[in-house]
Structures are given as C-alpha cells and as structure tokens.
C-alpha cells in the first residue's frame, strides 16, 4: 500500500512540477497581451477610450487609410468573414476558444473598432491589427487574423 501511495504521490508532483510553469506562463502571456496600454499604446487603464465626436473632422494619411480600410471592409464583407475564420481554424486552441473568437472578430466589429485607431505605422495589417486588440484580442492572433484579412482586402 505504502509504495503505491509512493508513487501516485511521485507521479503527482512531477506533473504538477511540469505542468504548473507552463500554466503560469500562459496565463501571465494573456494577461499581459489584453491590458490597455499594449492595445492602445500610449493609454492607461483609467482613461476611457471613445471615438472622436461628429463635430471633429480628423485629416491626414492615417484617416484616408483608415476610411478605406473601412470601405474595403463593407465592400468584400462576407469575403471577410470566411478569411477570419479559416485563419481562426488554424490557430493551436482548442475548439471553444475558435468558436468564442469567431464570434466576437466579426467585419462589423472590426470597422467599429478602427474608429478609435489613431496611432500606427502606416500599414494596413497595423490598424487592423490594433483594432482587433481592441476587442480583446491576444496581440499573436490579431496579427494572424490581420494578414488574412488584408490578403484578401488588397
């Protein structure tokens, strides 16, 4: 009785030794990827975020390029859509977390989001990138589900 207690007890502690890392590794990974300042840099996590108000008329390179974006986005729709989620089905997660993505990352959402996107490089795959962190989204699959929609954008 005693050496089977021995090992089952053995047994539990390396999993656990070798498990726990991992766990408490990704778990700090998704938390860090979701806090405000790494979505929206230059934000702290007290400021509210809100699109500008009708009455401000933002102008300049990053506004052209986010309007069309927004218009490439409305106009290939459904195309969209189908791109993030074969994008979403090649992620290493398990099949819940592709179905809650699916549903949160929707075209709609997106151009929603790129409202508040002031600040980026210039690229295409970086605002949408931002906007889908904006919905929450981990920056490692933003940047994916970005590039298969700007594949399919331009």
Do not use: C, H
Not at 37 to 64: F, H, L, R, Y
Not at 127 to 154: D, E, K, T, V
Request: aromatic share 6%.
């Amino acid at each position: 009785m005693s050496k089977k207690f021995a090992i089952l007890a053995l047994a539990i502690v390396l999993t656990f030794t070798a498990i726990s890392p991992a766990f408490a590794a990704a778990n700090q990974y998704s938390q860090v990827n979701n806090q405000i300042a790494t979505v929206i840099p230059g934000v702290d996590k007290n400021t509210s975020v809100t699109p500008p108000t009708e009455g401000v008329t933002p102008q300049g390179k990053v506004t052209w390029t986010i309007k069309a974006i927004k218009e490439a986005l409305k106009a290939k729709a459904s195309q969209v859509d189908s791109a993030i989620k074969k994008a979403i089905d090649w992620l290493p997660v398990s099949q819940k977390v592709k179905d809650n993505l699916v549903k949160i990352i929707k075209v709609d959402a997106i151009i929603k989001a790129l409202d508040v996107i002031t600040n980026f490089s210039g690229q295409v795959e970086d605002a949408l990138s931002q906007a889908i962190q904006y919905l929450g989204i981990p920056g490692w699959i933003a940047n994916i589900i970005a590039r298969a929609i700007s594949a399919i954008l331009f």
